[in-house]
């Protein structure tokens, strides 16, 4: 890939930080937000504060700095005390990423080489600084990821930059039609067009989304990757595609059994790829650059999240979904 084209690469996976941090945090509450996993080691909310503080106070005025000077020194910078508040450091965070993304898709080739002296890093460039702040995005994505997993959070690995084996991830991929089965078997038709709450899903909209991103972006994606070089893709909205039409008439069933269909073919799929095909990427409007195997373990968190949803949503209409589940 050319230098340019890696520089395009990285630009979209800055541009897409502010966004995956977002998701990351969208269902942790304030109690949540702010727990840390272990004494001594920062809550979500803690590194949503470093990351924004980072870009706001650090990256974007020394950014700024080696654009308009020649070769400056930076002196260091101390933390600055911001509250506790989980969405606006969430928009400080958005709002100073991209004005340094914007001031780095205008530089020419010449502008990356520009230099700066940082008090801990000694003289580097404006692409080297931007690498490092890329590197450092996935650092406490991942961070964020592993303070999910202690609360008991659904994973968001994807967004993480991790990848789970195929071997592991084609059983858990596998097993997902015969659990949603398990769940919702015997649940009157009333209860699966039944809304828990406006603007929430009910049963057979959770199916047909299932089915539609198996079939429309899932397995399509999966394939692209494994067999073009570096496919973009759009991003999905789930609230535009809810607003398309109302798909509470859509019955369970039958959605369930075009995905349990389309999702056999899917692992089939998986099973038969080459060695090293995992590592082949793509690029996502959401997600950023990405891997095939990083795609695929999105497709195994997605599951696991509207598996708890399915749940939730039976709760909320008085059925036992565990019960449902556990009977043979």
Known sequence: MTAAGERDRLLAAMRVAPG???????????AQAWTAPRPGEWSAGEVVRHLAAGDAD???????????????TFAPVPPAERARDLAGLLDLFATARGRAVALLAALDGPAWQRTGVSPSRGELSVEAYARSMAAHDTEHLRQVQVVRA??????????????LPLGELLPALAATPARLRAIARDVPDAVLRRRPAA????????????LHVETTL?????????????????????????????RRQEPFAT???????ARGET????????????ERRGLSGFFGPLTLGQYATHAADHDLEHLGQVRATLRAAGHDAQAAEARP
Do not use: Q, Y
């Open 150 to 163: 202690a609360l008991g959070a659904v994973p968001r690995r994807c967004e993480a930059g991790i990848a």
């Open 20 to 30: 995956l941090l977002r998701e990351m945090t969208r269902d942790l509450d304030a």
């Open 199 to 210: 603007g929430e899903w009910c049963l057979n909209e959770i199916m047909a989304h299932l």
């Open 255 to 261: 959605s369930l059994a075009a995905f349990e269909r």
């Open 218 to 246: 899932f397995l399509p994606r999966l394939r692209r990757m494994a067999t073009e070089d570096g496919p973009v893709f759009e991003p999905f909205s789930p609230e535009s595609w809810a607003r398309e039409r109302d």
């Open 58 to 72: 650090t990256f974007v005025p020394r950014l700024e700095r080696m654009l308009a000077e020649d070769r400056p």
């Open 267 to 278: 692992v089939a799929f998986l099973a038969a790829l080459p060695p090293g095909a995992a």
